[in-house]
Nanobody
């Protein structure tokens, strides 16, 4: 069974940093696109970063220059390094992994995690 777990959230002061992790487990052959989303209370979900296989990363405008997405395909894990955090970055950050191929299964999968809370406050 494929599972995805986010970690690394917490409470941080404005200007601080956090590193989020998104780990996919199971009999994984490969993972396609991985994406980070966030949703603040009362707001719609936002796409924060898209990590394609390889080195291509796309960011939402407010994340450019502050957030850095990366992935380690050997570990089936994606990361989101967040710096210069602002109170408006407060949200539940979730990860989505698409085109997951598993040994013994010809169909690819898409999976979401439950999210990790990031709170930026003094």
């Amino acid at each position: 069974q494929v599972q995805l777990v986010e970690s690394g959230g917490g409470l941080v002061q404005p200007g601080g940093s956090l590193r989020l992790s998104c780990a996919v487990s199971g009999n994984i052959v490969s993972i396609g696109t991985m994406q980070w989303y966030r949703q603040a209370p009362g707001k719609t979900r936002e796409l924060v970063a898209t990590l394609d296989r390889g080195d291509t990363v796309k960011y939402m405008d407010s994340a450019k220059g502050r957030f850095t997405g990366s992935r380690d395909d050997a570990k089936n894990t994606a990361y989101l390094q967040m710096t210069s955090l602002r109170p408006e970055d407060t949200a539940v950050y979730s990860c989505n992994a698409d085109e997951i191929r598993v040994y013994g299964d010809t169909h690819s999968k898409n999976i979401w995690g439950r999210g990790t809370q990031v709170t930026v406050s003094s």
